[in-house]
């Protein structure tokens, strides 16, 4: 399985893919596989990029996945919290389960010895604005209705990689650094700047100038900015839908209340619809109270 560039251009690579699921600096990429795995493997051409690059969720492509070794790491960069993200491995991982087994002259599903897997690990790193910890674990298995659990299982760690959080890992891979400090450095000009292209622009000059990922940035700064801009725009469309739903929900329940206050008769169906800021006959079909 290979990583095609440019392939599906209508959808958008992130940043973070650049970087650590480009072919051409998979010494990044294994600098990172060593600080989440905590291993010290030396030889980055072992590394076989297998991201699905038609695999994406709102027009922004899957981040990186890739076979090292044995194992098999999926990768996704999130600037919003998802719980949802063992439901996307999922999803994912057979995908690109799927398509190594299809791709061996060698597997065979019907054989009658054990075909061996690669091992999976799945990460989410966080680099959003709301506060998260530093660590946690999310679970496929939250997701079943029943309460046994069942008999399935996918374990995600979420890892906040937020500028200043999580310093040992950070510390232990240069380019996720510089990265965060990146990142880091554009939001806070952001607020000073009001306008993202000047921000990006700034925050590129904050890197210091031993910074590894520095030239490669630089190089390809249209591109940078293009990926950077979408990605916003992308956060900021996930963050409106999640306070949409908080404004859905609050009214919901406060158009029960006032529905239950009508039915013990200790408002009318004027007063109700007042209070909602609806007109009778909105409240009477938002409620529920036709006969």
Known sequence: MRYTKGANRQFKDRLFKFLFGNPEHKDWTLSLCNALLGTNYTDAESIELTTIEDAVYMKMKNDVSLLLHGEMLFLEQQSTRNPNMPSRFFEYSGMAYGALMEQSTTFDLFSTKLQKLPTPYFFCLYNGTDKEKDRYVLKLSDAFMGDSGGRLELLVDVININYGRNKELLDACSPLKEYSFFVERTRFHLKSTNSLEVALDIALNDLPDDAVIKPFLLANR??????????????????GRYEEGIEKGIEKGRIKTLAELVKDGILTIVQAAARAQMTEEEFIEKAGLRA
Not at 222 to 239: F, N
């Open 222 to 239: 249209a591109e940078v900015k293009a990926m950077c801009i979408t990605e916003y725009d992308e956060e900021k469309t996930l963050r």
